[in-house]
T-cell receptor, first 111, second 113 residues
Framework: GQQVMQIPQYQHVQEGEDFTTYCNSS?????IQWYKQRPGGHPVFLIQ?????EVKKQKRLTFQFGEAKKNSSLHITATQTTDVGTYFC???????????FGTGTRLKVLA | DGGITQSPKYLFRKEGQNVTLSCEQN?????MYWYRQDPGQGLRLIYY???????QKGDIAEGYSVSREKKESFPLTVTSAQKNPTAFYLC????????????FGSGTQLSVL
């Protein structure tokens, strides 16, 4: 079945440093979504990318979809303690309504 | 307020016992999903339902059962056949159109006594 790999698994940064997580698929994707899960919480939708090469920004967060639509990245500029949590990418398995989640990247921000 | 309600927040299961996790939504969403999350890991799809009275197996359906008799409700039963049920269970819903975002409930933590 379709698999989605995320790297890194963990990332510790000093407050103010940048952070990037990557999501990679072996197959071409129709879309990709990003979610954030705070410690002890549930995933919350951040954004969806659909077009090849698409770039979207939300304040300090920048999301990119690869030209080949096989990979995506989430970049946070100047991290804050409120950015702590696990970031997941999610894709739709072709021909279905199944949402498959990546393994997640757990971010810790040291004040 | 519209949203997804999962209950209970914590649940304990004795060996050989079936337990049912509740998921109710008042978002008028057509699609509902159950995911399992193990510590430090991602979300794995157990079952999903696109419409009432229809549901499909996800990647790890063995040892679980669901029903979708009402649009608002999608309960998950963890049967005695599930030998390693300890996990955090998340219910989600979406409008049911392709590429719609998922809305999640606050989850149920299931532990084995």
């Amino acid at each position: 079945g379709q698999q989605v790999m995320q790297i890194p698994q963990y990332q510790h940064v000093q407050e103010g440093e940048d952070f990037t997580t990557y999501c990679n698929s072996s197959t071409t994707l129709s879309n990709i979504q990003w979610y954030k899960q705070r410690p002890g919480g549930h995933p919350v939708f951040l954004i969806q990318l659909v077009k090849s090469g698409e770039v979207k920004k939300q304040k300090r967060l920048t999301f990119q979809f690869g030209e080949a639509k096989k990979n995506s990245s989430l970049h946070i500029t100047a991290t804050q303690t409120t950015d702590v949590g696990t970031y997941f990418c999610a894709v739709t398995r072709p021909g279905t309504y199944k949402y498959i989640f990546g393994t997640g990247t757990r971010l810790k921000v040291l004040a | 307020d519209g949203g997804i309600t999962q209950s209970p927040k914590y649940l304990f299961r004795k060996e050989g016992q079936n337990v049912t996790l509740s998921c109710e939504q008042n978002l008028n969403h057509d699609a509902m999903y159950w995911y399992r999350q193990d510590p430090g890991q991602g979300l794995r799809l157990i079952y999903y339902s696109q419409i009432v009275n229809d549901f499909q197996k996800g990647d790890i359906a063995e040892g679980y059962s669901v029903s979708r008799e009402k649009k608002e409700s999608f309960p998950l039963t963890v049967t005695s056949a599930q030998k390693n049920p300890t996990a955090f269970y998340l219910c989600a819903s979406s409008m049911g159109q392709r590429h719609e975002k998922l809305f999640f409930g606050s989850g149920t933590q299931l532990s084995v006594l």
